[in-house]
Structure formats: C-alpha cells, structure tokens
C-alpha cells in the first residue's frame, strides 16, 4: 500500500528552524524520485526540493536553496525536510510525495503518492 505521513509542522517566528518528517510504507520509499511540495492560500502548489533514490541528488527551488536541506533515511522509511532560517513567504501547508517513475521533479503531476501536509506558520 503506497502511503505517506507528513509530521513537524508548526508556528515559528521568522529566523527560527523547523524539521518535517515524512514516514512512508516500505513500497512507497522505494520510489525513485521523492519531493516536498508546499501551497499557501490562493497559489499554486511549488516544488520545494527533491531527492533521487537512487543517487541522492538533490533539488531545490531557488526560493529556499541554502536554507532547506532534503534528506532521507533509508533505515527508517522516513524523508526529512530541514528548515533553516524561516521567512513569513515560507507560511504555507507542505505535502510530501513520491513518483513511482521519476520525472521532472517540479511538476505535482510527476508524483501519484501524496501526504495529507503538514502546516508551517512563520510569523514575523
């Protein structure tokens, strides 16, 4: 069963940090491409960054590169989405997702598996 569980959301002031976790059954983590997605009220959804099983490449939107770091624990079926130097434009409801194929890891229709999200709050 392919599932994903998105969990450390929460409200920050602005310059604080956040961490997501996202706990997936053993078929889903064993995707090639997983990502983290986020959408604030009235957008669109983005893609955060991404990771390739694989290899361990990553991805990032230039939005957050230097402040996110995407990882993955492959011992504990678990993505990670470590959040640095939060700004109040991070606000939104982050998803987790994973791509059974690959793909163009920026596109929401690269993915079939989707977390229900997580909300992060940054205030200033």
């Known amino acids: 069963q392919m599932q994903l569980v998105e969990s450390g959301g929460g409200s920050v002031e602005a310059g604080g940090s956040l961490r997501l976790a996202c706990t997936a059954s053993r078929d889903t983590f064993s995707s090639p491409l997983m990502a983290w997605f986020r959408q604030a009220p009235g957008k669109e959804r983005e893609g955060v960054a991404g990771?390739?099983?694989?290899?361990?490449?990553?991805f990032y939107a230039d939005s957050v590169k230097g402040r996110f770091t995407i990882s993955r624990d492959n011992a504990k079926n678990t993505l990670y989405l470590q959040m640095d130097m939060l700004k109040p434009e991070d606000t939104a409801m982050y998803y987790c997702?994973?791509?059974?194929?690959?793909?163009?890891?920026?596109?929401?229709?690269?993915?079939?598996?989707w977390g229900q999200g997580t909300q992060v709050t940054v205030s200033s």
């Open positions: 990771i390739v099983r694989v290899d361990g490449r990553t």
């Open positions: 997702a994973a791509s059974r194929y690959g793909g163009d890891w920026r596109i929401p229709r690269t993915y079939n598996t």
